[in-house]
Every structure is written in C-alpha cells, then in structure tokens.
C-alpha cells in the first residue's frame, strides 16, 4: 500500500492521517494526539456529541482528549467569556495565539476536567474545523522589544530589565512596563469618550465627557508618582509543586516611575456635581468612605523599601532628597 508524504505543519500533518486513513491504514485511538500525561481509560464520545447544546456546560477538546470545563468558568484567570468563545471547539487553535498556556502545569490541570477521547478522524476533523483569528495583529511595533523582557506576547505584557530602572530618575516611557489584558485598542479622538455614571447619594450626575472637552475646558496638572503592578515579582513564588498559573509571570521590573499629565478626577467629579472642598474639608458625609492621607515619613518609608529592591544607595539618595524638595 502507497503512503501519503509526511509534513510538519497542522494542516498537513491532518492532510497526511485522512489520506493515510483513506488508503486503509489503521492507526491506534489518538494517533499521535495520544495522552502522554495520564494512563487512564475514557470513554469514545462522537464529536457531534462534543457539539451538541449541553446547557450551559463547556465541553472542549485538545489533543484528542474531551474537558468538560465549565467547573473552571470562573476561575479561569482570563474571564469565563474567554473559554465560552472556544465551546465545541479545538483550544489548539486558541493557544496558537494565547501562547502562555502551552506549559506542562497548565496541561496537567486540565487533564482534572477530562471526560472522554475522540476518534482519530473526529480528533483531526475538529482541529482542521476550529478557526481562531489573531486580533493582536493591529497592535503596535514595540521598537525596544530587544532591550525589555516580554512576559507575554498575546495580550502584550513587557517590563525593563532592573539595571534600567535606576539609571533615570524617570522611567522612560519605551521601557515602561506594559500590563494589556487585550489588544491594544484602535480609537480616534473623535470617537473617544469618558462616561461617568450618576451617584445621587454623592451628588453626581451622569455625563459624557469627549477628549476634545478634556483638554479644553480643564487644567492639565502633572502629578510625579511611582506605579508598580500588584502582581510585580510574582515568579519568586514558584516552588516544587507550586506552579503560577496566573499571567504574566513578572520578574521585578514591573514597576516605574513618570511624570502623569493629565485631568484630575477631583476636577471631573466636581463638575458632575460632587461637594468635593467640602468632602476634603471633612465637612461633609462621603456615604461611607474614609479618606486616607499617608504622613510624609510613611511616604518615605516607601520610597526607601522600594528602591532597597533595586539596592541603589546613589539612587536611593537621589530620589529622597529630590521627594523632600517637593515636600
């Protein structure tokens, strides 16, 4: 019997078993969509069954193998939506784009949500079928991609190396470190718009704000801050057994300080109708929140701890005293 020439590609790989399958070969279930992590028998399920309508249950398929994952929806650090987009379908596909999934932990959790296994032909059938577009392919050209660390390509999420971080008293906004859970937006000015919603408790009304209002019926006032990602040196906690399974893995450079221009949102707020010189005076009820203003030694106290990181004495120096001139 004549044998179908071998590629490497996805599609011919799928091309090479339909025709080999055709000529009359027969091939183990799995091919080579085999489980390799778990030795455990599941039970054929057709793929029209993968597709049909199981009330609100995702059931997904990878590799040959079937996940009923909807126990996952809401722990899924991406979103339920995120995984119901892929119901029915190959996550292959989807994690040719969101990348960081492919890692042998996240494999291994899946595997707790496995019901069954295709056939070899519904295997290759479905992930010939399973379409998936990359919408990231309008985001920006990062000129510096080199000279960063990138945590992740799809969303796009980079931080400076830590050495970078100390040679400017401002980080320079092209090695900034970027935090995306999507792509980054395409919007023009004109279709911009900023909507504040109505809190009648705290005397705001709901209005829209265009860019174009922004910049001319209010000040521009820069402010001088540090911003670090909550999430910021997450990666030393990976132990033996204790894998990340949130994204992106940050090392210790997400985290930097700038000049921010900009609108105050005091400014914006009282002109929808917010008391706020009588809120700040302490004159008038806030429905419940507290205000809370840090003393300037707790301020420092930051400033120091932060920079202790990087441990930088002439930097250290340099930003406390240049923080005091600003006090």
Known sequence: MSSPAVADSVDE???YVLQALAMGAEFPPQHVFRNEITEKDYPIIPLSEVQADHDGNVWVCLDGGVYDV????????????????ASGQDLSKFWAVYKLHNRPHIRL???????GTLSTEDA??????????NYYESDPERPKQK???VASMHPWNSEPHP???YENFFTPNDIFFVRNH????ELSEEDWELEIEGNEALGIENKTFKLSDLKKRFQKRTVVSALQCAGNRQEELITDGRPLYVAPHWRNGAIGNAKWGGVLVRDLLKECGMDIDEIALRRKDTNGMRIVILSQRTLMRLVYHTLELFQSRKLL??????FLRMR
């Open 70 to 85: 909807t126990a996952f929806l809401e722990a899924h650090p991406g979103g339920s939506s995120r995984i119901e987009m």
């Open 124 to 133: 290759l059938r479905i992930e010939r079928e399973t379409t998936f577009g």
């Open 109 to 115: 959790l899946l595997e707790e949500f496995r019901i």
């Open 163 to 165: 050495e970078a971080l």
């Open 317 to 322: 120096t340099r930003m406390a005293t240049h």
């Open 147 to 149: 000279e960063i660390r």
């Open 13 to 15: 790989k799928c091309n």
């Open 182 to 185: 999507n792509a980054v937006p």
